[in-house]
């Protein structure tokens, strides 16, 4: 049989709570170093998700700017021609040419 004594006892006892309170030492130590990774990452989603509806809100201002230029470029064409027309009263082709124009922007329009 083997014999501790009570000294001995106690060391060991001593060895394993300082080992256990080591380890949790080190456990929240870790932790501590993480944390500020998960509330970066955390972040990081976050600006990622309102990056994401921006671009989503920059894609149709986009593509309405786009559309109003195509109106604007239509209405002054439409307006040169009746200038040219008021001015010389001669330019009854590129008045029809211009009605077209806007007519079939001002149709692909109300299609739309």
């Known amino acids: 049989m083997i014999?501790?004594?009570v000294s001995a006892l106690i060391a060991i006892c001593a060895a394993i709570v300082t080992v256990s309170g080591a380890i949790g030492v080190i456990v929240k130590f870790i932790m501590f170093l993480r944390k500020p990774?998960?509330?970066?990452n955390e972040e990081i989603s976050k600006l990622s998700s309102r990056v994401d509806a921006v671009d989503e809100k920059l894609s149709t201002d986009k593509q309405r700017l786009?559309?109003?230029e195509t109106g604007l470029k239509y209405t002054l064409e439409s307006l040169l021609a009746l200038l040219s027309h008021?001015?010389?009263?001669?330019?009854?082709?590129?008045?029809?040419?211009?009605?077209?124009?806007?007519?079939?922007?001002?149709?692909?329009?109300?299609e739309k």
């Open 3 to 5: 014999t501790i004594s």
């Open 37 to 40: 990774e998960a509330k970066q």
């Open 66 to 68: 786009d559309d109003l």
């Open 86 to 110: 008021a001015l010389d009263g001669n330019d009854i082709d590129g008045l029809k040419e211009a009605k077209k124009h806007l007519n079939e922007y001002l149709l692909g329009k109300v």
